[in-house]
């Protein structure tokens, strides 16, 4: 069996030691098309170490390393070829800073029978120097042609928007080279950057990264309706609905409800979905 579920689930990997500073947080940024245009307070926030705020999105990128060994951990036998990421949610537990050294520690929670595949659950706590708990993130796997073990299915996706007008729709040009951009965050699948490899995958061209386009909604939705303030972001969710390609224009829609900004995204172009059942939780003041 490819999954020994018995085994699997509850496990804790060893935990990886990572960093940043603020040259780390503006690369970042910049890989989501932040800087447009280059002279606005806001953008500069982003993108300038003088007044320099960290957007929520940023905490996946210090757990790249703790995700990577998931699919090598004993009990799991995958292709690698055949993994997706289906679902990203991440709670902040405080603002991040702009800088800090952390600890991640992955935990495999869940395995769902998906029926054409299984869905790993991973949750990592991200820890300062301190032993402070600054984030948690929750990744979703997708392993296609791993299902079928008749195991649960796990809890349907929520966060459905209501059926009305967005409060807010913002439009977000992406670069034709804004996936070797983003991929200098840590995220270096050969999917976004080599050809040859794109069209193994089943796609004409290198697409964007997941959580390049769940940053750029990140974005979009803490400035349009959270007047960019970073610190009323508590929680993260999104589940990846599609692919975007680079150079193609994301239309963010956002319904303000109640302590929650309901999100979804799709392709300008193709008017295919790229993110959906997403949400923003609002801290409370």
Known sequence: MPIDIDKVVGATLPPTISSWDPDDVILYHLGLGAG???????????????????????AVVPVFGAIASVIVTEGISINPMMVLHGEQEITLHKPLPASAKVSSTATITDVFDKGKGAAIVVTVDTNDDSGELLATNRFLIFARGE?????????????????????????????????????????????????????????????????????????????????????????????????????ETIVTSVWEEGGKLLIAAASKERGTPVISNAAITIREA
């Open 147 to 247: 299902g079928g073990f008749g195991g649960p299915s796990g809890p349907a996706p929520g966060n459905d928007p209501p059926e009305r007008p967005a409060d807010h729709v913002i439009e977000s040009p992406t670069l034709p080279q804004q996936a070797l951009l983003y991929r200098l965050s840590g995220d270096f699948n050969p999917l976004h950057a080599d050809p040859a490899f794109a069209a193994m995958g089943g796609f004409d061209r290198p697409i964007l990264h997941g959580l390049c386009s769940y940053g750029i909604v990140c974005k979009a939705a803490v400035d349009s309706a959270l007047g960019g303030d970073v610190a009323k972001v508590a929680g993260y969710s999104a589940r990846f609905a599609g692919v975007a390609y680079p150079g």
């Open 36 to 58: 447009v245009p280059p002279t606005a307070e806001g953008e500069l926030e982003y993108c300038y170490e003088g007044k320099l705020k960290v957007l929520p999105a940023f």
